[in-house]
Structures are given as structure tokens and as C-alpha cells.
């Protein structure tokens, strides 16, 4: 692997340069929502034809008696109308007809609602340069999206959001430069907190909160980038060290565990099973750094882990071998009912969202075993994704459209297991709205109702100098 060895901390100033955004494929409209599951309370699906025959096209829209009729190559629905057609849909199927080009295609409605909104991270795609960046929600059932708190209210790299079983309430955020901290805000009450103690690598970041609301996991991850010299890859970030840890809300203290914190081992990426008896991780074995970069295999891995006490078993389990057939896990997140982790696979290392080859794949917590998920994996790179709450939808970030910026796709799971084609996020003007986006959705997270939260006492908690320190 060539690589320009210069080390980097993960945020940095802003890009001076946008890229052109390219859509490829032959697809007939854009974005793609032919044949797609899409849930009942989603917001219109608008699109465009990307074939110049279909200027005169007329196209009709037929759901159990009802139909709707556009003239031309752009789709706008009417909220009221797209509402009332999906109701009478619901479980069952749009037929979508095309008079130029002549095709035709079906919308399949599912009675399995939405959650409220999508949480995301907006940022420029290099990851090693920021301008704008922050935390935005989404209403899924309309097209509103508002900030949560951006970057123009504190000087610093907004990342690591994490929501308590979507929640909206109880949230944990990170913040990396001069103004750098943790906020957390649980049963109303938001402080901030220097996560780095003198036992720690450093400080607290990809969080996941225990069932209870009581625990927060972390990893702590000395974490640098590179950049590559060939064409198709741009950036590799990766860890130096890291180590998992576990905040008690209750009591102010930090958990650490020789059995999670092992000489040796690389432990990144906890996440508590639905039960809370569980805690998931990857686990890889130490290497040297940046000479054996691409031999760095990570393995999912689980650890007993009692609520009551907040201690950790004695013992590691294996629950996906990946490093033994050359790959590497990252980003493994439970279904809520308990039955799935969904990971992402790739050829190496931990931050697979620059890794082209990344794939999703879901493991059965019944059978034990992990299948890829040829459904809804593109030719290009699969990587954050989270659950809904009901454990039916799933969303994850692709980088499909063009190869260079995460756009969210959702995908719907059938209480047996049947994952219907994924659709990518709507937008009121999709044509104009993504290929005018230089951003990328990062670390999208479900939310069941709107998250109210007051920036401007967030943004002084962190612009002060005061912070709360882990114990």
C-alpha cells in the first residue's frame, strides 16, 4: 500500500476546492425508487428521468383504486396526495407507469412506520479538512431539517453523536479542538466533561449507552490518517493504540477492565446487546504501525456484562472470526429485538467508510452465523448504518452515486427476515439537492421524535473552560 506518511489528528481547516458530483447507471429516473419498500408515513418520493425521451412522458401512479398522473420528466408530489395514496397502499403496492420511456415498475408500502427523524453528521468528505460541519435531524415524514449544533457556535470538530435506543432525550456528543469535551445530556440535565483521565489513552469517543440509560460505553482511540497516493483511494484512518472503557451516569465513574483494555489488543466500537448482559467490540491484535497498516484485522467480540454492578466478565468470546479469512469488522450495531448485529466487512483495519470493498453483513444471534447482504450492498462502499427502533427499518451511509460522498439509504426487514430494496433519503428536488451537496451524511441514528435541543447553552458549556472530569 503506498502512502504519503505525514500523521494527521482527525480534523483539521476547510477544502478550498469542491468536486463535481457524477451519477452513473442506467437506471431511467433518479434517484433509483424503482421496485423499493418504502414505509407507510415517508416523505414524497420526487424524482427525475435522466433520459431525454422522457420530456413529454406521462406517468401514473395506481394504489387500491387511486390514481395520481404527472405530465413531464419531473415528479413533484402534492404532500396531501402522496399522503392519502399511501394510506390506501398500505401493505400493499403502487404500480408506477410510464407512457416515454414505456415501463413500468411498483412502490411497495409496508405498514411498518418510520421513526420520527434521522440524526447525521454533515461534513465535507476528506475527513483531514472542515469548514461547515454539524449535527443535523431530519423529519422523515417531510422534508424539514434542522441544526442541532453546528460549528459556527463552537470552534471545533462536531462528531460522535449517540442517541439511547433513539431517545431523543438522552444524548452523548463530542467535540475534538481547543474547545474539546464530551457533552452529555440525560433526564434534562446537560454538562460537559473531560473524558481523558490519567489511566486513559485519551479521550472518550464512539459512545453506545446501555439499554438502562445508566452506562455509556467508549472507546478511547489514538487515532491518525494518511493519504494515499493511488487515484481510487484517498484517505486511511486508522489507530495508533485503543482501549474501551465504561462511564457510570450514576455514580461518575469510569469502568476500566484489564479483559477490555488488554495489552496487545486494539478494542474499538462497544455496543450493548438489546438485554444489556452483552457487551459487543472490535478486537484486533496489535501490529506496527504504518508498516503492517493493511495486516490490521479486526474480529467482533462479546463479554459478558451485569447492569446491576457494572462489572465485566472474565472471558472473551469470538463471535465473528473475520481476521481468519483475511477481513475486518467495524460498526456492529444489535437490532433492538435482539435478533441481528448488522457489521460492516472489509479487507482491513477499523475505518471502513474509504474502503470501496466494504460491504454490510448480518449475523444471527440464533443461528450463529453471518450472511452478506446482497440486497441492499452496492459496488461501492457500505458503512455507518443503525436500527430503528422497532427493529424493522435499517439505515446505512453508501457511497454508490458517485464513489465520493455518503448519501443514507434505508432498507425495511420483515419480522423473517426479508430486507426489501433500499431507497436513498428523499429530497423536495433530489436533482438539484444532491448533485449540489458537497457534503457527506456521517453516522446517521434514528430518533423517534424530535430532538429539542438548546444550542445556545450547549455552545457556552463548551466555549467555557469549565468541564466535569471523568473519575
Known amino acids: 500500500m503506498a502512502v504519503v506518511s505525514v500523521l494527521l489528528s482527525s480534523c483539521s481547516q476547510s477544502l478550498e476546492e469542491k468536486v463535481t458530483q457524477r451519477y452513473v447507471g442506467n437506471c431511467p429516473i433518479y434517484p433509483d425508487y424503482m421496485d423499493v419498500t418504502i414505509p407507510v408515513n415517508i416523505a414524497p418520493l420526487n424524482f427525475d428521468y435522466t433520459v431525454p425521451e422522457a420530456e413529454d412522458a406521462v406517468t401514473t401512479f395506481t394504489g387500491n383504486g387511486m390514481s395520481v398522473t404527472f405530465k413531464g420528466p419531473h415528479i413533484r408530489w402534492n404532500n396531501r396526495k402522496w399522503r392519502k395514496i399511501l394510506s390506501a397502499s398500505a401493505n400493499g403496492e403502487i404500480t408506477v407507469k410510464c407512457s416515454y420511456p414505456d415501463t413500468s415498475w411498483l412502490l411497495h408500502v409496508s405498514a411498518d412506520e418510520i421513526d420520527y427523524g434521522l440524526t447525521y453528521r454533515l461534513i465535507e468528505p476528506g475527513y483531514e479538512l472542515y469548514s461547515k460541519m454539524g449535527i443535523y435531524q431530519r423529519e422523515l415524514s417531510s422534508f424539514r431539517q434542522t441544526a442541532l449544533i453546528e460549528n459556527t457556535d463552537v470552534d471545533g470538530c462536531i462528531n460522535c453523536h449517540s442517541f439511547n435506543r433513539c431517545n431523543p432525550s438522552d444524548l452523548s456528543l463530542h467535540v475534538r479542538g481547543d474547545h474539546g469535551a464530551t457533552l452529555l445530556r440525560k433526564e434534562g440535565t446537560m454538562d460537559v466533561f473531560n473524558t481523558a483521565t490519567e489511566h486513559t489513552a485519551g479521550l472518550c469517543v464512539y459512545p453506545y449507552w446501555h439499554p438502562s440509560g445508566r452506562y455509556i460505553a467508549y472507546s478511547t482511540n489514538n487515532t491518525r490518517q494518511v493519504f494515499h497516493t493511488q487515484p481510487d483511494k484517498l484517505v486511511e484512518v486508522f489507530d495508533l493504540s485503543s482501549d474501551m472503557l465504561i462511564y457510570d451516569t450514576q455514580t461518575g465513574n469510569l469502568i476500566d477492565d484489564s479483559i477490555i483494555c488488554r495489552d496487545g489488543y486494539w478494542e474499538t466500537f462497544p455496543a450493548f446487546s438489546p438485554d444489556g448482559k452483552t457487551l459487543y467490540f472490535c478486537r484486533a491484535a496489535a501490529k506496527s504501525i504504518p508498516d503492517s497498516l493493511t495486516n490490521v484485522r479486526y474480529d467482533l467480540c462479546a463479554v459478558d456484562f451485569d447492569p446491576a454492578t457494572g462489572a465485566v466478565g472474565d472471558s472473551v468470546r469470538t463471535i465473528v472470526a473475520a481476521s481468519a479469512s483475511g477481513h475486518s469488522v467495524s460498526f456492529p450495531r444489535p437490532s433492538f429485538d435482539g435478533k441481528y448485529i448488522m457489521y460492516t466487512l472489509s479487507d482491513y483495519g477499523q475505518f471502513s467508510i474509504w474502503h470501496h470493498e466494504a460491504d454490510l453483513w448480518l449475523y444471527d444471534t440464533v443461528s450463529g452465523k453471518s450472511r452478506r447482504l446482497d440486497e441492499v450492498n452496492s459496488n461501492d462502499t457500505e458503512s ?51 448533485p449540489n451537496l458537497y457534503l457527506s451524511y456521517n453516522i446517521p441514528e434514528f430518533v423517534t421524535g424530535e430532538v429539542k435541543f438548546n444550542h445556545v447553552k450547549a455552545a457556552r458549556l463548551l466555549n467555557s473552560k469549565k468541564r466535569t472530569p471523568f473519575k
Open 384 to 434: 455507518y448504518h443503525n436500527w430503528s427502533s422497532t427493529s424493522r427499518w435499517f439505515v446505512f451511509s453508501s457511497r454508490r452515486d458517485d464513489g465520493l460522498f455518503t448519501r443514507p439509504y434505508f432498507a425495511h426487514i420483515s419480522e423473517n427476515g426479508v430486507i426489501g430494496k433500499p431507497f436513498l433519503l428523499p429530497q423536495k428536488d433530489p436533482a438539484h439537492f444532491y
